[in-house]
């Protein structure tokens, strides 16, 4: 099953590659993963999706938690949760084919956010499967170039990861 | 406040932690942490020959003493010669600091003379690393890596030093801190009493219990306990390669090691148990044989201070995290509560019927009841040597050991009734790793014996280190089992490859005469053909007392370990007893 577990970690050098080096070393899969500071600027707040059996998620969990520069984390799958990921997606845009990908960009509450003479930018927001819809709605043939953010998320509700 | 430049701030820190020994070996990156030793410092540096021998040495000092131990190495080829060690040190959760320089801040990642990326290659190794930034972080940090080395499940933490901070003419305010405290690192202090109680319920109704109990024990400091709480119960108590001495082996209730090369009765009393109580055990491949066969019958109750130990290989059914010592504690209490006021919740007649078949698995197949091994040969068996060393040191020798078919041989025969006392590398399985444990055994305790198990391969990977004994005139007995061949590699391959060969004796016509080599590094060698000699020749070792004696004893080099799981495809009970089963 996919899992989204939420980190909150030191932010000092270094830390970074000591999670992404844990996934590697016990050859765990990392499927995404992002990375930023949080309002407090000693911590960062991450957040990555991988897939496993109960089994693996469990040891992924307690490995990551035995690493010294993490203070806590969250597996967010494991009750109510918000999540969004962002993408930027050229495609080719010409003729009538442009009000077609505007049309079907409005559908998916996204916005063509450059344009060139025989190109759209669009961006989009959403669960990563509605960016994986709209993916192959623009059809492989028109799609130039992709870039995905990875997921971010947050608990439902009053609970927060915090010190 | 005291100004000071970096590198007075390292020693002085080292000295507030009590580091007894420096271990280390100089360099470019750490002359200016060299000079302040020079100028100051009230801790002996051992100048090993090799920084590999450094770190075997600071680890077995730590695994002698409960103390961690302390390697200083410059930046480049004296980092990277550390790794080894550190990963020796970090498979069997060894408390040690390695403080390895690093070239001047502004030229990290140009590729600097000397320039390694030692966080980035230790990182899969070490417990915790640190790259210090400037010199006023230096006493935090320090403080910092002996904390997070020592607490919680111990093991090896690395500190990277760039030259710069540690300059002689830079100074800053020094203060030791006293006391540290970090929001992301807080070791169980406590098990779950739940838990707790449901265990000892648990083992009050067993009517096939084992103790399996590991090195956790040992590093928890809690052989004492575990005997009490073993002999409470009555229960038979099984230790691994690392748990050895954490109980008695003279025992009555010790059923021997378990696994690749238990005994026949601690092999088979798990395959059949009811209730397998692991403590400070981390079911390792070398134990369990094949996970889908192991131990068809058992619940299992496992206590560890490490969650991710816990359900790694085999899922427990009753997980306690916590320090072995209060878990134990808390259980022994409840125990004696409830043999006192209810007696009949134990169940006498099942532990005797179960003692009587162990027995029985014990008198028919045990290492020391009968004689596993045959004599036809003439020549020497390896056993009969750690049998010898064993008697000649009345079982209270601290032994270190490399790594073969020498290491398991002194790990069945030699009974070691006191923990810290089997000194040998486990998890990693170093070969070159017994000479240099023992010389920091040896600076430990200047008054015990101090043997070293060996190998005629083994030995020559850390062989340079007979100089540094010369040097610090350190008397440790050298017991170099010398079957002229690479004997555990040979072992697998006359029992799995058709007996050949490929390279396990490739080196038979070219060893060095070892008697001779000891006494160019100024040492006593002496050789050992006949068994009829074994016995004196011994004993002239240890009557040596301020010698450092290389006894080298040929023995059959056909000889092979048993008993032997059934490697991978078998239960725990699946074994080879003799070479009539397997060759
Ligand atoms: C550094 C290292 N390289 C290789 C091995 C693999 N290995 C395990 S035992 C062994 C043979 C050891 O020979 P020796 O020290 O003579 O001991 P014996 O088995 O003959 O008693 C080898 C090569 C190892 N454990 N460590
Ligand atoms: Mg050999």
């Not at chain 1, 949080?38 to 897939?51: A, M, N, V």
């Not at chain 2, 878990?327 to 006021?341: G, N, S, W």
């Not at chain 2, 060996?454 to 850390?462: A, V, W």
């Amino acid at each position: 099953m996919r899992h989204i577990i939420s980190v909150l970690l030191e932010n000092e050098p270094g830390a970074l590659s000591r999670v992404v080096g844990l996934f590697s070393q016990r050859g765990y899969n990392i499927e995404s993963l992002t990375v930023a500071p949080t309002e407090d600027p000693t911590l960062s707040r991450l957040t990555l999706t991988t897939k496993g059996d109960e089994r693996t998620i469990e040891q992924i969990t307690k490995h990551l938690n035995k690493l010294v520069d993490v203070v806590k984390l969250v597996d967010l799958t494991e009750g109510g949760h918000i999540e969004r990921e962002l993408m930027l997606i050229k495609v080719k845009a010409t003729g009538a084919q442009r009000a077609e990908i505007k049309r079907c960009t409005d559908i998916f509450r996204g916005q063509v956010v450059d344009v060139g003479p025989s190109v759209y930018t669009i961006q989009i927001t959403g669960t990563s499967d509605k960016l994986d819809a709209f993916v192959q709605s623009m059809g492989d043939a028109n799609i130039l170039e992709v870039v995905r953010t990875g997921v971010s998320g947050l608990a439902r509700g009053e609970k927060v990861l915090s010190l | 406040m005291e100004l000071l430049s970096g590198g007075d701030m390292v020693v002085r820190a080292l000295e507030e932690e009590g580091v007894e020994f420096i271990f280390g070996y100089p360099g470019g990156a750490v002359l200016h942490i060299y000079d302040a030793i020079f100028n100051n410092c009230k801790i002996p540096h051992v100048l090993v020959r090799h920084e590999q021998a450094a770190t075997h040495a600071a680890d077995a000092y730590a695994r002698a003493t409960g103390k961690p131990g302390l390697v200083l190495v410059t930046s480049g080829p004296g980092a990277t010669n550390a790794i080894t060690g550190i990963a020796t040190a970090y498979m069997d959760s060894i408390p040690m600091v390695v403080l390895s320089g690093q070239v001047q801040s502004h030229l990290i990642g140009e590729d600097a003379f000397q320039e390694t990326d030692m966080i980035g290659v230790s990182r899969p190794i070490v417990k915790h690393s640190f790259l210090v930034k400037h010199a006023k972080d230096i006493p935090e940090t320090i403080k910092k890596a002996f904390y997070i080395a020592t607490t919680g499940r111990p093991g090896p933490v690395v500190v990277d030093l760039p030259k710069d901070i540690t300059h002689p003419d830079e100074k800053f305010e020094y203060e030791y801190p006293k006391t540290i405290k970090m929001r992301s690192y807080n070791p169980a202090v406590r098990g779950h009493s739940g838990q707790i109680k449901k265990a000892v319920s648990m083992l009050l109704a067993a009517k096939r219990p084992v103790l399996y109990a590991g090195g956790g024990v040992i590093l928890g400091d809690s052989s004492e306990l575990l005997t009490e709480f073993a002999h409470a119960l009555n229960i038979p108590v099984t230790n691994t390669l690392m748990g050895l001495g954490g109980f008695p082996g003279e025992d009555r209730q010790f059923i021997g090691m378990l696994g690749m090369h238990g005994t026949y009765e601690a092999n088979t009393a798990m395959h059949h148990s009811d209730l397998i109580f692991a403590v400070g055990a981390r079911f390792d491949d070398r134990t369990t044989n094949m996970t889908s066969k192991y131990c068809p019958t058992a619940k299992i109750i496992h206590i560890d201070i490490d969650p991710t130990s816990i359900s790694k290989t085999i899922t427990a059914d009753v997980p306690i995290v916590g320090p072995i010592e209060t878990v134990l504690k808390d259980m022994l209490e409840l125990v004696k509560t409830a043999l006192k006021k209810t007696p009949e919740t134990f169940d006498q007649e099942a532990n005797d019927s179960w003692w009587q078949q162990i027995n029985e698995w014990r008198d028919a197949q045990g290492l020391w009841t009968a004689p596993r091994y045959d004599t036809d040969s003439g020549m020497i068996k390896p056993q009969q040597v750690i049998e010898a060393l064993y008697k000649t040191t009345k079982g209270d020798a601290y032994v270190t050991s490399d790594v073969g078919q020498h290491q398991m041989f002194a790990a069945q025969y030699y009974r070691f009734n006191k923990p810290r006392r089997w000194i040998n590398s486990g998890g990693l399985g170093t070969m070159g790793f017994g000479l240099p444990a023992a010389m920091g055994v040896k600076l430990a305790f200047p008054d015990a014996d101090v043997a070293c198990v060996t190998g005629e391969g083994s030995i020559q990977m850390n062989i340079q280190e007979l100089s540094t004994c010369t040097h610090y005139r350190l008397p440790i007995k050298i017991i170099n089992i010398n079957n002229e061949s690479l004997g555990m590699v040979k072992q697998w391959q006359d029992m799995q490859y058709g007996g050949r060969h490929s390279q396990s004796v490739a080196y038979k016509d070219s060893l060095p005469d070892f008697v001779k080599l000891a006494e160019a590094y100024g040492h006593v060698g002496i050789r050992v053909t006949k068994f009829e000699d074994l016995e004196d020749k011994m004993n002239e070792a240890f009557s040596l007392k301020d010698r450092l004696v290389f006894l080298d004893v040929v023995v059959d080099p056909n000889e092979h370990v048993y008993p032997m799981q059934i490697a991978s495809s078998g239960s725990m009970r699946d074994m080879w007893l003799n070479k009539t089963e397997r060759t």
